[in-house]
């Protein structure tokens, strides 16, 4: 029987050799490539043809899910298991819209990551419970594209002003989007806002 052909995408150098020297344990996986960006997932994948991506969901160039998502397209043979350090409801729903094979917490016990592997290898889904139930319990996003899109630049730091000029809309209109969406968050105010909907992952 063929091992299972793993591509890791881990950003620290560290974590990575010791996740590879884990897998590397399992006589039935193989690591046959590595990267540290999400932007070198998809060349990775076209050269080595894994079976199974496991992704950490922060990379520099491009997060783990839009990664993901490109995988998915450019090589659909291959199932992704996604790792991250903070169960965000909002981030894991994003995740499973993706259409992920897995998500697996990072501080899960070492004996996880094979077994996620192997379900996601033949086909399953592996959530981590603690994942899932996070997801479970939260309530949908309630903003809109646009209200996401002007709250990210509230978060950055910019003010009416600023967002009206970068989304090309009325000083007016940014005020009243900004006002519906300390509302629809039952916030205090505009940076109470940005806290709610980073904690739940709404602006990722």
């Known amino acids: 029987m063929q091992p299972v052909k793993v591509l890791l995408a881990e950003d620290l150098s560290m974590i990575r050799g010791a996740l590879i020297a884990l897998l590397e344990l399992e006589p039935d996986l193989r690591v046959v490539t590595s990267v540290g960006r999400g932007d070198a997932i ?8 894994p079976d199974v991506a496991i992704i950490d969901i922060g ?8 990664a993901a998502a490109a ?8 199932r992704t ?5 903070q169960g965000q409801p909002g981030t894991i729903r994003r995740a499973l ?5 897995g998500l697996l917490l990072k ?4 004996e996880q990551l094979s077994k996620a592997v192997r379900a996601v290898a033949a ?22 594209p646009r209200e996401r899109e002007v709250l990210r630049f509230a978060a950055q730091g910019a003010d009416t002003d600023e967002i009206a000029g970068c989304l090309y809309l009325s000083v007016g209109t940014v005020r009243n989007y900004l006002t519906t969406i300390v509302t629809k968050l039952n916030a205090r105010n505009r940076v109470d806002a940005v806290r709610i909907a980073t904690q739940a992952g709404w602006l990722t």
């Open 42 to 49: 998809v060349p990775a994948a076209v050269r080595s043809r």
């Open 59 to 66: 990379l520099p160039g491009g997060d783990g899910i839009t």
């Open 71 to 78: 995988l998915h397209e450019q090589v659909p043979t291959c």
């Open 81 to 85: 298991l996604i790792l991250t350090a």
């Open 97 to 101: 819209s993706t259409r992920v094979s």
């Open 107 to 110: 501080d899960a016990p070492p």
């Open 123 to 144: 086909g399953g889904r592996f959530i981590d419970p603690q994942l899932a139930l996070s997801a479970w319990d939260t309530q949908e996003n309630p903003l809109s």
